[in-house]
């Protein structure tokens, strides 16, 4: 077996209950970290302690709601506490909400920005003065390339994306030099809860959120700034945008990157 990527590190991660969080914290532990799961189900995040254990490694379960500062300031120092210190901090959490833009309510909009904006912030402000003080750490975000090109019908969720976008790029270049890294990972559509009710074109199918995983663990060991998943098609459809909107507006409509919604689940809701 070769060297492990992230022997003796300690990891939180948000949202580590499911999907993209839960596979991000089991692919950290095969490459030899610990790591704190941070959400509101305690139930769901003991079962992702149990798979981490049964690697080999420490898992940390701490009940904690991104939208309370507080709390994410508690559940960062009990990770602390817990782990012995902090090396990397996942921002992972986020819901999504499809629903055209004439038809969103301003309470719609404002709770995506409460969790996945103002969510993702009281996470760093937690974590920050901590990795700052130490000299080093890797802050990660999980955005979304709905924050490098609208697709419809994701207005309120693309708005929030592009927010953090625009957070972390700033926030990576005022850290130049301060010994903390800062990644930002924009995933295209993952195989998660999250968005069960959509279905994608066989052209672009949903991907399996280990992808992200791998991604992440090489944010952080490769100290790399952006990372799209996947790589060639999410790079083309951002070339094409820089080239001219109109080209990748034709290339999301031709490709159906909008995707369809299945009967399955309730639309016009957070989730
Ligand atoms: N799936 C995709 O196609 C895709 C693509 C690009 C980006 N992303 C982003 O990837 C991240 C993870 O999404 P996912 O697809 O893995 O979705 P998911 O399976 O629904 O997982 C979302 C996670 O966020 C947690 N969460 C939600 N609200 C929270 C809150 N207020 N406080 C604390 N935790 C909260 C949930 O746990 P609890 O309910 O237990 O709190 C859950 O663990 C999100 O930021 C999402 O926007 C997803």
Redesign the pocket.
Known sequence: MGKLKLSGKRVAI????????KATALRMAREGADVALI???RE?LCGVAEQIEALGRKAVVIE????DAEGIKKAVDTAIDLLGGLDVFHC?????LRCPAKDLRMDQIRKLME??YF?CLNCVYAVLPYFLEKGSGSIIT?C?M?GKKGVPPDAAYVGSKFAMNGFFQVLRQELRGSGVHVGIIY????D????AHVDCPKLTPKGD?DMVAKAVVRSVVKKKKEIMVPSFSCHLLTWADAISPSLSDWLVRVNHLDGTVNDTEPINEA?
């Open positions: 948000t949202g580590a209950s499911s999907g993209i969080g959400a509101r189900n769901r904690a709601d991104v939208t992972n959490a986020g819901i999504y969790v996945n969510g999980t979304s709905d995933p295209s559509r993952m998660t809860p999250q968005i959120p989730k």
